[in-house]
């Protein structure tokens, strides 16, 4: 059993989550606040599952804040970062998790999926960078939510999506070039097939990706958090520009 000190490592420190309302986001809006960091989480339609992961937090001790932000909006990510610094004073950790899954055949993969798919995928986690690294000081943290889907997609339909979890690879890796000189990391979780709205583990696709697994089973969303909590606490400063697969075997 931790202690309080064991799990505070994050006590002073403010965390910013872009999609943080349900899914994977909100396990790690959770599990950030549980080490000891204030959380702000954004959503674009779920307003009331934001505001219970807010209640969830608060009723643990914690203190968090929910904000309706849209990814695929530039000037709205900016405005949630600049409520977030006005309302919790600093800014440590960004984790740009938003992120949507498009799936068709390539005959019928609408260019407005396509577009949306790079601007909430990909976009946002730039501009979410650009934005909140004007706010951070040396210590700071940066994690995107790629996709083991960049190194492996045994389906069809599934290119754009792979195309912008390969994006957060590159980009992270750049990044991490500006960023490392004044001690902020940045770092690519790749996450495997995880059960969540987006892609559960009940579903006929879920029975063809369980067989492709060494493990066997889909992930859970607090072993994604837990990954994430590490990389945003101050035992990972050497990591950074690395993009960190934890997908059940998925890619072996
Ligand atoms: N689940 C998996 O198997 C899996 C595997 C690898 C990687 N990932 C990645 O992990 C991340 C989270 O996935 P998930 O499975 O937790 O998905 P999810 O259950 O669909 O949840 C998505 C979260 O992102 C938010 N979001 C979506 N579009 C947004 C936008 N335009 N602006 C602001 N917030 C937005 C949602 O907010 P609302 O509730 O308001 O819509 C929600 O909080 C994604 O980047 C996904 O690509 C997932």
Redesign the pocket.
């Known amino acids: 059993m931790a202690t309080n000190q064991e799990t505070a490592v994050l006590a002073n420190k403010v965390a910013f989550v872009?999609?943080?309302?349900?899914?994977?986001?909100?396990?790690i809006a959770k599990r950030l606040a549980r080490n000891g960091a204030a959380v702000a989480?954004?959503?674009?339609?779920?307003?009331e599952?934001?505001a219970q992961v807010v209640k969830d937090i608060e009723a643990a001790g914690g203190r968090a804040l929910a904000i309706?932000?849209?990814?695929?909006?530039a000037d709205?990510i900016k405005a949630a970062i600049g409520q977030t610094v006005a309302a919790f004073g600093r800014l440590d950790i960004l984790v740009?998790?938003?992120?949507?899954?498009a799936i068709a055949p390539l005959a019928e993969f609408s260019l407005e999926d396509f577009d949306?798919t790079l601007?909430?995928?990909v976009r946002?986690v730039f501009v979410a960078t650009q934005e909140a690294a004007r706010h951070m000081v040396e210590g700071g943290r940066i994690i995107n939510?790629?996709?083991?889907?960049a190194d492996r997609v045994p389906f069809v339909g599934g290119g754009p999506?792979a195309m912008?979890?390969s994006a957060l690879v590159g980009l992270t890796r750049g990044l991490a070039r500006d960023l490392g000189p004044r001690g902020i990391t940045i770092n690519n979780v790749?996450?495997?097939?995880?059960?969540?709205?987006?892609?559960p583990a009940g579903s006929e696709f879920a029975a063809t990706l369980k067989a492709m697994m060494p493990v066997g089973r889909?992930?859970k969303?607090e072993e994604?958090a837990s990954f994430v909590a590490y990389l945003a606490g101050p035992e990972a400063a050497y990591i950074t520009g690395a993009s960190l697969t934890i997908?059940g075997g998925f890619a072996a």
């Not at 740009?96 to 899954?101: D, F, P, S, T």
């Not at 790749?190 to 969540?196: A, L, S, Y």
């Open positions: 872009q999609g943080g309302s349900r899914g994977i986001g909100a396990a989480l954004t959503y674009v339609s779920s307003a599952r934001a309706r932000a849209d990814s695929a909006d709205a740009n998790n938003a992120g949507v899954l949306r601007a909430i995928n946002s939510i790629g996709s083991t889907n999506y912008s979890k790749q996450p495997g097939p995880v059960d969540t709205e987006m892609n889909y992930g969303d994604i997908d």
